[in-house]
């Protein structure tokens, strides 16, 4: 099980991720692609081979999850697809019938003052993200951070787990986004 949370930055994914790991009843690994960021050694990086590091440890971060997921283990994803590419190489990669598509939205208002209160993301890339994060539309379930606290968000995931709708968000999505499109790469 896949358990994909996708929303801008700052918009509580990984407040939400950490919830649902003391929430859920079986074994979760939570797998930030912050994570992965910082990973990388702290080299300046010229800024025209920036996108091309940037986009090489996404993919990686792709395959990573999808060999986790592939060992048996559950996931828990926190994730920003701001860019389609990012979708598609999910699509590809993950069993579409075990990713639970989770929607993480936020007031672009709270997420610039959630910005300005951690002092370490550059100003304005929520905004930036915002409607690109969200361009697919679809999702098998949405949490307002806004409105609801981490846990209340982890526990409507949890209830809504054995509920999950067939076809999946990503089953949906494969068969719409996928149909045709050579391998990302």
Known sequence: MIIFLNGTSSSGKSSIAEALLTTLDDTYFHMPVDAFHAMRSRRDIAPDALPAVLRR???????????????????????VLSEQWRLLDCLALFAPEDVLSVGVRCPLPELERRERERGDRPPGLAARQITQVHAHALYDIECDTDTSSPAECARQIADFLPHRPTPTAFEKLRANLLADRPPIG
């Open 57 to 79: 440890t996404w993919m990686g971060f792709h395959r990573a999850v999808a060999g986790m997921a592939a060992g048996g283990n559950n996931i828990v994803v926190d994730h």
